[in-house]
């Protein structure tokens, strides 16, 4: 299983979106009245899903470093984050509490 999961391009890509889908599949369950937002199934979803997109970007950084390509995924991460500051500074999406007091 590590070897498939070391030497797999892909799966970086199943652990990104999975866990995007298991944070985002909240809304849905409680908008259909299935999980309430606080409650301890929404909680776990949101940290299982937090959990495999934080794995998922590790590997992906790692096959970038084994692959030479490391400084080129620094700077689309870099990009991404410019673009996600950028949005939240304009008032296109909404900044978080912790991070109000910067903008």
Not at 15 to 44: C, H, K, M, W
Not at 89 to 94: E, K, L, S
Request: charged share 10%; hydrophobic share 50%; no cysteine.
């Amino acid at each position: 299983m590590k070897k498939y999961v070391l030497t797999n391009p892909l799966f970086p890509s199943y652990l990104l979106y999975g866990g995007l889908l298991l944070v985002f599949l909240r809304t849905p369950l409680a908008a259909n009245g299935i999980v309430d937002q606080e409650s301890f199934l929404s909680g776990v979803l949101l940290s299982a899903g937090s959990l495999f997109v934080v794995a998922g970007f590790i590997l992906r950084f790692y096959h970038a470093k084994r692959n030479g390509q490391e400084k080129s995924f620094l700077f689309s991460i870099g990009i991404g984050v410019a673009i996600l500051i950028l949005l939240m500074a304009t008032g296109v999406i909404h900044t978080p509490g912790f991070l109000q007091g910067l903008f």
